[in-house]
């Protein structure tokens, strides 16, 4: 099958500009406060004070543009912090920020990657710092040890049960895929449909995976079969929506819920297995605002923060639902996230 990009979704694809009583352009400006790192921070209400006193910050994430705007918006209303937030989905925030950090330029205050392994990398380097030197959790109390992410040094947002997504109008419930090979059968050949592997490191990993588990083989025959590739999820679920491919791999069942709400005739299944995307954020070195990225670092991770983007019952889970998680539910190593980014492109290759 040819590596064809469908244009369904298309705006989708696009990078999502939002602001929160803040700049409406694709670049957001610089915080006129500028650093205030200095200020003293004893307490949390110190730390609510001197982020306060910067007046604004600016977010890049990687998560849906509602939950990037719940976000932005109740935190402005609880301090009265301006948020400046720029959805930049796939690859497209790591590049960002570390073209920007390189070159010296205004960046984020805090990001919300669905990377865990990017976050080490650039905290390794000195673009972010680690989870434990922001003395967040020092003000989450209650807060669950396995929340973070101890080889990353990074708090769990995030995690998202994965699966299909299919046309209830053209697929019954029976007829879903027990296995990766049934997807070569007759009845799906060509009517299945899924993200692109190289849009993210996350695609990437499921493909890099099925190779692992099942064989080159197995990565080919997806490839000859799938009827169509997509930039990303939500591109590739509107598609399902309309019936232009019956079944979606790699879905959440929180976007079909969401699907569902609009009217789309679409419901979510399990699928033989899964990689589970892994939201997190971090502070940037070089903050403009530091304060103020520390005290939204901790607003997304509070119970109530959270729960603005997490509901255990569509399968979106945060840090408080730890108990919730699935039972195979794992964090990748560092080794198998760095496997997949150096195999890649052989990955990518064998899906032709």
Same mark, same amino acid.
Do not use: F, N
């Given at each position: 099958m040819k590596r064809l990009l469908s244009t369904v979704g298309a705006g989708a694809a696009l990078l999502l500009t939002l602001t929160a009583c803040g700049s409406a352009e694709g670049t957001p400006t610089p915080s006129a406060s500028g650093n205030a790192g200095a200020a003293e921070v004893t307490d949390f209400d @110190? $730390?609510?004070?001197?982020? /306060?006193a910067e007046g @604004? $910050?600016?977010?890049?994430? /990687?998560?849906p543009e509602p939950s990037l705007v719940a976000f932005a918006e109740a935190f402005q209303e609880e301090y009265g912090i301006q948020v400046e937030a720029l959805r930049l989905g796939g690859n497209t925030l790591a590049q960002r920020f570390e073209t920007e950090v390189q070159a010296g330029t205004p960046s984020a205050d805090l990001v919300i990657p669905v990377d865990v392994e990017f976050?080490?990398?650039a905290t390794e380097a000195g673009s972010l710092v680690a989870f434990s030197d922001t003395g967040v959790l020092?003000?989450?109390e209650g807060f669950p040890e396995e929340a973070v992410y101890e080889e990353?040094?990074?708090?769990?947002l995030q995690v998202m049960d994965v699966g299909f997504i299919y046309n209830t109008d053209k697929v019954k419930a029976s007829e879903i895929p027990d296995s990766w090979s049934e997807l070569s059968s007759p009845r799906w050949s060509g009517k299945f449909c899924a993200v692109d592997a190289g849009s993210s490191l996350n695609t990437g990993h499921f493909f890099w995976k099925l190779r692992e588990e099942d064989g080159e083989d197995a990565v080919v025959e997806f490839g000859d079969n799938v009827g169509r590739w997509y930039p990303n999820v939500i591109a590739m679920n509107e598609a399902v929506a309309v019936g232009e491919c019956e079944l979606g791999v790699g879905s959440a069942k929180f976007f079909v819920e969401q699907a569902k709400e609009t009217g789309a005739a679409v419901e979510a299944?399990?699928?033989?297995?899964?990689?589970?995307?892994l939201t997190t954020a971090a502070v940037a070195t070089k903050a403009q605002s530091p304060n103020a990225a520390k005290l939204f670092l901790h607003f997304i991770l509070s119970e109530e923060g959270n729960a603005l983007m997490n509901d255990p019952a569509v399968g979106s889970l945060g840090p408080w639902d730890i108990d919730k998680l699935p039972g195979d539910f794992t964090v990748p190593s560092s080794e198998e996230f760095n496997a997949v980014r150096a195999q890649l492109d052989e990955v990518v290759a064998l899906l032709g």
């Open positions: @110190s $730390l609510v004070e001197a982020a /306060q @604004s $910050l600016r977010v890049y994430g /990687q998560i976050v080490k990398t020092d003000y989450l990353y040094d990074t708090p769990d299944a399990p699928q033989p297995w899964a990689i589970r995307p």
